[in-house]
């Protein structure tokens, strides 16, 4: 009967000791929250007024990104949790290859803090095609 007890306590804080880590795991942000936070950048925000004017035509993607950087002796150092946020659309609904408004920004999942915005208008013939999947590009 002790033994049981004994079991069915560790088996409970190993429970709790899993659960207790996944929570610090999660990031503080999750993707849609990374995807207004890119959105309402002031750089992110100029490039979108004056390039995407049509919500049809644009297809948004994040992809969580965790990053452990090593140091010249292969040590791992500090990492991040990253989302990569991509804002898509294209500049005209014609059925050839056409240009690409692209918007990438990486956002800390712990802070939110935004560390770079890039933007782009590239040919979809050039940009990874699973992308146009939902604009019938291909």
Same mark, same amino acid.
């Given at each position: 009967?002790?033994?049981?007890?004994?079991?069915?306590? /560790?088996?409970? %804080?190993?429970? %709790?000791?899993?659960?207790?880590?996944?929570?610090?795991?999660?990031?503080?942000?999750?993707?849609?929250?990374?995807?207004?936070?890119?959105?309402?950048?002031?750089?992110?925000?100029?490039?979108?007024?004056?390039?995407?004017?049509?919500?049809?035509?644009?297809?948004?993607?994040?992809?969580?990104?965790?990053?452990?950087?090593?140091?010249?002796? /292969?040590?791992?150092?500090?990492?991040?949790?990253?989302?990569?946020?991509?804002?898509?659309?294209?500049?005209?609904?014609?059925?050839?290859?056409?240009?690409? %408004?692209?918007?990438? /920004?990486?956002?800390?999942?712990?802070?939110?803090?935004?560390?770079?915005?890039?933007?782009?208008?590239?040919?979809?013939?050039? %940009?990874?095609?699973?992308?146009?999947?939902?604009?019938?590009?291909?």
């Amino acid at each position: 009967m002790v033994i049981f007890c004994l079991v069915g306590v /560790g088996l409970v %804080y190993a429970n %709790y000791s899993q659960q207790e880590s996944d929570v610090q795991s999660r990031p503080n942000f999750n993707g849609s929250q990374a995807v207004e936070i890119t959105m309402n950048n002031p750089v992110a925000s100029d490039y979108m007024s004056r390039h995407f004017k049509e919500p049809d035509w644009r297809v948004t993607r994040t992809t969580f990104v965790q990053e452990t950087p090593y140091d010249q002796n /292969g040590t791992a150092m500090q990492g991040y949790d990253i989302w990569k946020v991509e804002i898509m659309e294209r500049s005209c609904a014609c059925q050839k290859i056409s240009d690409l %408004y692209v918007l990438e /920004g990486y956002v800390l999942a712990d802070t939110g803090d935004v560390l770079e915005i890039s933007k782009q208008i590239v040919s979809e013939s050039e %940009y990874d095609k699973r992308t146009c999947a939902t604009t019938v590009c291909h």
